[in-house]
């Protein structure tokens, strides 16, 4: 009979220690969108070349997608004066 009940015992604990931690996983993964988020690239990490302006070739995502819309000049690079200011830290991209 003790051998059933620590079987029982162990499942309780075992149970119980799952939702415990489910609970962690959830709540930490509850986070503000703006937090815990890498911050946008630097104009110079983004410049593979170091050429001082970006070709499409060089950038990716929504920067990437929108590349003539940023193009200002149309020349087919981006400087960095053409380039969005990034959010405020707190402010959620538009």
Partial sequence: MQKHSSIKTTIAVFTASCIGLTT???????????????????????????????????VKGPLAQDFDKFDSNGDGYLSEEELPAPPAQGERPQ
């Fill in 24 to 58: 962690l996983f959830a709540y930490a993964n509850t986070e503000e969108p703006s937090q815990g988020k890498m911050p946008p690239p630097k104009f110079e990490d983004m410049d593979i070349n170091s050429d001082g302006q970006l070709s499409l070739d060089e």
